[in-house]
């Protein structure tokens, strides 16, 4: 790597380059420290990206509730009888 001139150092395939070769020359103890913590960092990753999603699918069902609630609202503002308010909320939640 000291012969590559430091101006293509920045580029991002000699950056690239420059990480496996340092990946390669460990010795198996830190190899397998290496993949230890790459796992680690991974499973971090994963139930961050999980706990995101359910993070957002939990805030389109709240949101989903609250609309019901304001069209129960508008339908008992409109004078409709309580069983007809509540087909159509049915219809909505289905």
Do not use: C, W
Not at 21 to 31: G, N, R, S, W
Not at 75 to 82: D, N, R, V
């Amino acid at each position: 790597m000291e012969s590559i001139p430091a101006s293509f150092m920045n580029e991002p395939v000699f950056k690239t380059l420059g990480r496996l070769a340092q990946v390669a020359a460990l010795t198996p103890a830190q190899k397998r420290a290496y993949d230890h913590s790459l796992k680690v960092y991974r499973d971090n990753n994963a139930i961050a990206q999980a706990k995101l999603a359910e993070g957002r699918a939990e805030g389109r069902a709240e949101e989903h509730e609250r609309m019901i609630e304001k069209t129960r609202l508008e339908l008992e503002a409109l004078g409709l009888h309580s069983l007809q308010i509540e087909q159509v909320l049915k219809n909505l939640r289905n």
